[in-house]
């Protein structure tokens, strides 16, 4: 089992520019939520699913977008970066309510 | 509201020492109790648990925590520290009526001293 996969593992974008990351997940969970972590703040949840075809805003969802087309995939959307976006994405997935979730190895994104 | 501290962004403890790592919670039903430790350039890894029963949790590498519903705390321990221990420790809370969401304390580094 692979778990929880992100790509792509780096990636600089130019202000403006759009993008979007893919989290896959082989464990055949329903839920599965977008992160991003600043120094300092932790991790804040951007937007998350609790199954396929759905999708819910979480704490910091402004600019962003997602879609949840098929159970073990969950894509993050940047339609127009901004340097304020700047940071490490982590996806994780989790089995049902109040389960501990499985992290992804992250994404680490640069915004010129 | 709703929240998680962790006290101390920063600890360092000589090698053998014990590690205590703090977290509270605010919330008026128990909630379940997560630790993660994240090693550099590296996801989450899940360390232990608490959702029901038993107080004290024991996880991997040698960690436990107990909750504490009466202080509304969930502190990391690990009663002699390892050069490898070295890493960033997030609490985490899933707080009842939130669909598995967690809430992140804002991490503390633990760093070892030989």
């Known amino acids: 089992n692979a778990g929880v996969t992100q790509t792509p593992k780096f990636r600089v974008l130019k202000t403006g520019q759009s993008m979007t990351l893919l989290c896959a997940q082989d464990?055949?969970?329903?839920?599965m939520y977008w992160y991003r972590q600043d120094p300092g703040m932790g991790l804040r949840l951007i937007h998350y699913s609790v199954g396929e075809g759905t999708t819910a805003k979480g704490e910091v969802p402004d600019g962003y977008n997602v879609s949840r087309l098929k159970k073990q995939n969950f894509l993050l959307g940047l339609e127009s970066a901004a340097p304020s976006q700047t940071s490490v994405y982590f996806c994780?997935?989790?089995?049902?309510?109040?389960?501990?979730?499985?992290f992804g190895p992250g994404t680490r994104l640069t915004v010129l | 509201a709703q929240s998680v501290t962790q006290l101390g962004s920063h600890v360092s403890v000589s090698e053998g020492a014990l590690v205590l790592l703090r977290c509270n919670y605010s919330?008026?039903?128990?909630?379940?109790l997560f630790w993660y430790v994240q090693y550099p350039n590296q996801g989450l890894q899940l360390l232990l648990k608490?959702?029901?029963?038993?107080?004290l949790v024991k996880g991997i590498n040698g960690f436990e925590a107990e909750f504490k519903k009466s202080e509304t705390s969930f502190h990391l321990t690990k009663p002699s520290a390892h050069m490898s221990d070295a890493a960033e420790y997030f609490c985490?809370?899933?707080?009842?009526?939130?669909?598995?969401?967690?809430?992140f304390g804002t991490g503390t580094r633990l760093q070892v001293t030989l």
């Open positions: 994780a997935s989790s089995y049902s309510t109040r389960k501990e979730q499985f």
């Open positions: 985490a809370v899933s707080f009842t009526g939130t669909a598995s969401k967690l809430t």
């Open positions: 608490y959702t029901t029963g038993a107080t």
């Open positions: 464990m055949n969970h329903e839920y």
């Open positions: 919330s008026s039903v128990p909630p379940y």
